[in-house]
């Protein structure tokens, strides 16, 4: 059974930055398109970062310019950096694995989710 663990959430004023991680002793990132989504109360889920295999990533435009996603392989961890955070981007992150199929930002789907970390920005 693939598990995914996040670290780094918490509670950070508005234009502050943080650091997601997502880590996991039972699928080697390295090989797997790997995803950063996340869901608001009363709001859609939204995929905010991804990267491939082969280290191309993207963002949307909500997040872009703002957000990086990377990967250590020596650690088999993903980060999301989180930088200029505003309090929309208060949510639910969470690390997705094994990208199933992409048709637009908020519709989508992973093989594997990780538990959540909380993100709350203040104003």
């Known amino acids: 059974q693939v598990q995914l663990v996040e670290s780094g959430g918490g509670l950070v004023q508005a234009g502050g930055s943080l650091r997601l991680s997502c880590t996991s002793s039972?699928?080697?990132?390295?090989?797997?398109?790997v995803g950063w989504s996340r869901q608001a109360p009363g709001k859609q889920r939204e995929l905010v970062a991804r990267?491939?295999?082969?280290?191309?990533?993207n963002y949307p435009d909500s997040v872009k310019g703002r957000f990086i996603i990377s990967g250590e392989n020596a650690k088999n961890t993903v980060y999301l950096q989180m930088n200029s955070l505003k309090p929309e981007d208060t949510a639910v992150y969470y690390c997705?694995?094994?990208?199933?199929?992409?048709?637009?930002?908020?519709?989508?789907?992973?093989?594997?989710w990780g538990q959540g970390t909380q993100v709350t920005v203040s104003s």
């Open positions: 990267i491939t295999a082969g280290g191309s990533s």
């Open positions: 039972t699928i080697f990132f390295g090989l797997n398109a």
């Open positions: 997705n694995v094994g990208l199933r199929t992409f048709r637009t930002w908020a519709d989508y789907d992973y093989a594997y």
